[in-house]
């Protein structure tokens, strides 16, 4: 990329005001056609808003989604399909919402976690929709038609709050990462029983503190995942899990750690379809890793390209690339806004 | 007179000592009589050291036998009491799993029904689900409370209820049911 040869610089395009209370997670829309940018977002003040880019240029406030969650909206997902937004929310519930016409109606709401809800993601093919909760558990849900839900199974595991869910990019391989330090992986073996298959904790080099949040890589065959250890940690994901046999080949494994970096908790990371890695910390920055191709060594390393100080005025909770601009990333902050921001050469 | 006088006023000579010792029996020493001042002067310092203990001897030995005498007492009526006691946890732990193992048997017994009547009334998935709950009762160990295993295959119930609720779109909840934590502060992450 011949981009990252200059000098790098996140410039402002838009501060979005509106949240009355933190703003916890980002979804942008991945639907193909219509708007160039759609993004939803969540928050404290138990609302989700949609942004879009009206034809100033500048980024406004379409829709607000209230009066369905009673407490704190933690995170929200699109499904691939761009049509359906599905939020997980503090009163222990997951809401789907249906974009018809400009309009978002909510049209199911999916009740089983005993608390807190804390992640939700869509499959590739948005058959299904995992959520994972306060309660340890992780529920995934399948889509049926009529939008109704049908609890698939319940995955039991970890031993601690579960603060984040995401599918692999195309094989249904689902990755939870909790407060019990440890990545778990778990697939299908057929007639809706699912397994964990392998567990990244401090044995396989994981993390020692609260892992927050992971993010694949465009083609699915690495992870990077970030921690309360200060650390992002990049893993080999290139083997199907689905296809482990006895032996552990199909494994996922560690690749290097990225430490150094940062000196408060990570509270998010995304990598962009050019390879780009994003953080999200509680020092109020933002950084962007790459891999470094000039490594001496054989294992791959990466290296941080531009840190950007007091992005926000509190912490960053939320670092989302846009899936069609690869230079358009949106943060999320304790401080109430969201901010645009655009990755350019520096000028001389 | 106390006993350090006692030992102030012995004497005698030194060859009576050997004697005196020879004298004693083991069985006078268990049965030392109450101090006799009269007798200080013509007992020898050993005999009068034994016979110091003695006089200890019943103090301390009141004291154990005392305790000894209470810890009996105490046992005898913790195990009444403590029986009486776990049988009325027992009866009312009892009753809770029975009455929340009823509940869920109930509500598969009326599931069960609905699908006999209309087989397509719920999803297979679903239909499963009852099956699998069913099963699930079935095997508790309700005459083995000391089986290791009861509290797993509580869970294990409890969770696939759960499941069947919310796939039924019901919000069914045994009343008795305590959830495993309270609800979180509005600042939790």
New interface residues.
Partial sequence: MELLDGELELRVIQKLEGHTDRVWGLAWNPAATGVTGMLASCS?DKTVRIWQKGPSGSWDCSAVLEDTHA??VRSCAWSPSGKLLATAS?DGTTAVWEHVGGEFECVAT???H???VKGVSWNASGSLLATCA??KTVWIWEA?PGNEF???S?L?GHTQDVKMVQWHPFLDVLVSVSYDNSVKVWTEDGD?DWHCVQTLGEASSGHTSTVWALSFNSVGDRMVTCSDDLTLKIWDTSQNPSETSGDGCGSWSHLCTLSGYHDRTIFSVHWSREGLIVSGAADDAIRLFTESKDSLVDQPSYKMLVKKEKAHDMDVNSVQWNLKEPRLLASASDDGTIKIWELSEVSK | MSISAALILESGPSDRRSKSLLLRSPGERKGASFYNPDCVTITTMEQKLADTWDIFDSVVYLDESLRQEGFEDGYKDGLVSGKEEGKEVGLKMGFQVAEELGFYQGCVDVWNSVIQADSGAFSSRLQKSVQQLGDLLRKYPLLDPENEQVQEMMDAIRLKFRILSANMGVKLEYKGYTKSSAQGMEDDM
């Fill in positions: 404290g407490r704190t503090f999916l009740e089983g005993e608390n807190e306060r309660d049926q049908e609890c698939v319940v039991q809706d």
